[in-house]
C-alpha cells in the first residue's frame, strides 16, 4: 500500500526531516576522494583497440584488401571508439571538487587522452560553495524507443554566483555520507 506524498502531513514530514538533516550534518566531508563519471581506464582503451582491430581485419577480409585501406578502417575506427570510452568526470574530497572536462570535438578529445593537448580542469573549493541541491531533471520523451535516463545533478552555487552542475548519473561507487544545504 503506497502512500500518498502530496498530502499536507505528507509535506510537514518531509520539511522535518530536511530540517533534521540540516541541523545533523551542515558539511560534506568523505573519508576519502570520490570520484564520478567515466574517467579513461586502460583496460577499456585495450579492449577497444582488441575490438577495432578485429574488425578491421573483417571488413579488409583478412588481408585480402590492400594494408592501406586496413590502416584506413583502422584509424577511422580507433578515432570513433576511444572518445566514446571516456567523458567529463568530478572528484570530491574534503576540501574541494576537481572537475576535468574534454572537448566535444572527438579529434580533439582524442589528443587530450593522449595529453597533446590539455583538457580542462576547474577546481572549486568547498568553503566557495554558498549552496548545493541534488537536482533531478525529467527528459521528454518523445519516441517509444528513447531509453535514455533522466537526468540526476548536483547543482552548485559558489559565493560568487556562479551555477554549475555537475552530472551523477554514474554513481555505483560513490556513497552519499551527508547533505550541504545553504548557509545562511
Not at 76 to 95: E, H, M
Request: aromatic share 14%; charged share 15%.
Amino acid at each position: 500500500m503506497t502512500k500518498d506524498l502530496t498530502s499536507v502531513e505528507s509535506v510537514h514530514i518531509m520539511k522535518d526531516a530536511l530540517n533534521e538533516i540540516k541541523t545533523i550534518s551542515l558539511d560534506f566531508s568523505p573519508t576519502k576522494k570520490q570520484t564520478v563519471g567515466n574517467k579513461p581506464h586502460i583496460l577499456s582503451l585495450v579492449l577497444g583497440t582488441i575490438f577495432v582491430v578485429f574488425l578491421a581485419l573483417f571488413v579488409t577480409g583478412f588481408d585480402y584488401q590492400p594494408w592501406w585501406v586496413f590502416a584506413i578502417v583502422l584509424i577511422l575506427g580507433l578515432g570513433i571508439t576511444f572518445p566514446a570510452c571516456f567523458n567529463q568526470y568530478w572528484s570530491v574530497d574534503k576540501k574541494q571538487i576537481t572537475i576535468t572536462s574534454y572537448s566535444n570535438n572527438d579529434f580533439k578529445k582524442l589528443a587530450q587522452l593522449f595529453n597533446l593537448t590539455s583538457k580542462y580542469q576547474t577546481i572549486i573549493n568547498l568553503s566557495n560553495v554558498q549552496e548545493a541541491a541534488i537536482v533531478y531533471r525529467k527528459i521528454v520523451r518523445l519516441s517509444p524507443f528513447n531509453f535514455n535516463p533522466d537526468h540526476l545533478l548536483l547543482g552548485i552555487t559558489t559565493k560568487d554566483g556562479k551555477e554549475i552542475d555537475l552530472d551523477y548519473t554514474y554513481f555505483e561507487n560513490v556513497s552519499v555520507y551527508s547533505i550541504t544545504f545553504s548557509k545562511t
